[in-house]
């Protein structure tokens, strides 16, 4: 048999319901609470002990940090230090430096120094260029040695000697110069060895022009027997020379030279050529005035008209008697 439940028994059961629903939400809300407040006690004793900690670190950061601050006082005392001693050895170096070109070595040095390079310029550049030149362009003759340069019937040229050189002549045929002494002597000129030099240098010569046919010794001119000062003296006297003349005509006869004479003009002829004359050319024997002619012509007067005496260039003569120049 079923149960009638009335409208009675429903309301009843609706609010069991909901009194048993309070209750649970009630203790639900309890245990949350409870444990809400649990986990924030356990919650807030940590931070307070992390605050501890936090503490504990910043006492030490401080300490550290003191520490740190004193380090880097004592390190920044320390580069200071550095530093100035730096400068000082830099104030040093500059104070000896000054003292240095301030001093009367330095002065002397520096004062050599400019002096040496402005002579080696003006005395070993400019000087020597602007002499050359000049001397290149106002008297070339002279600036290349006053060299003898003869052009031979071939075309050729051949320097034969300087002017300013005597050349050494041992043949009768040709005027003789002073004595060639080769490389001079460093004997006292008052010592017994350089007297015996000086004559067997003279008996020397005697014998050559002797054996050439100077026989009488007594009238050889002392120039013909002697060296000059240098050694290489390239002039005679005009007698000296004239007294040759003779021997050079007997000896230039004797081997076959002839004259060539034309118009007043001799023109010496070697022996052995064969010449073809014409109607005013006539061939002669070598005479005593073409050799004073040669002689007149390469005699060079004073100097200045004034000092020294007339002197004849030996080398000069001997290429005119040959035809050379």
């Not at 245990?31 to 670190?57: C, W, Y």
């Not at 004239?242 to 007043?264: M, P």
Request: net charge negative; hydrophobic share 35%.
């Amino acid at each position: 048999m079923r149960t009638k439940i009335t409208k009675h028994d429903i309301d009843i059961i609706d609010k069991n319901l909901i009194e048993k629903t309070d209750e649970n939400i009630a203790d639900t809300y309890d245990r949350l609470m409870e444990n809400f407040n649990n986990n924030l006690d356990a919650k807030t004793d940590t931070f307070k002990n992390n605050i501890g900690d936090m503490d504990k670190v910043d006492e030490i950061k401080g300490v550290t940090d003191g520490e740190t601050d004193g380090i880097d006082s004592e390190i920044g005392g320390g580069m200071d230090k550095i530093d100035g001693g730096k400068d000082s050895k830099s104030n040093l170096k500059a104070e000896k430096k000054d003292r240095f070109k301030n001093s009367n070595f330095f002065k002397t040095f520096y004062a050599s120094l400019v002096l040496l390079l402005v002579a080696t310029l003006v005395i070993g550049i400019i000087y020597p260029f602007s002499v050359t030149l000049a001397a290149q362009t106002l008297f070339p003759y002279q600036a290349n040695g006053s060299q003898i340069t003869v052009t031979l019937k071939d075309g050729t040229t051949r320097v034969f000697g300087s002017q300013l050189i005597g050349q050494s002549y041992e043949s009768p045929q040709y005027l003789f110069g002073r004595v060639n002494g080769g490389a001079p002597s460093n004997m006292a000129v008052e010592s017994e060895e350089y007297k015996q030099l000086i004559e067997s240098r003279i008996e020397e010569r005697k014998q050559k022009l002797i054996a050439i046919g100077y026989t009488d010794t007594e009238k050889i001119p002392y120039e013909l027997l002697s060296e000059s000062g240098s050694g290489l003296d390239p002039h005679i006297s005009v007698e000296t020379a004239y007294f040759q003349i003779d021997q050079v005509v007997a000896a230039r006869k004797a081997l076959g030279w002839k004259l060539l004479l034309k118009n007043g003009t001799y023109t010496p002829v070697k022996p052995g050529d064969v010449l073809s004359l014409g109607e005013d050319e006539q061939l002669v024997d070598y005479n005593y005035d073409f050799v004073k002619s040669a002689i007149d012509r390469f005699t060079e007067g004073r100097f200045l008209y004034v000092f020294g005496q007339k002197r004849v260039t030996v080398l000069c003569v001997n290429l005119f008697l040959d035809g050379l120049i």
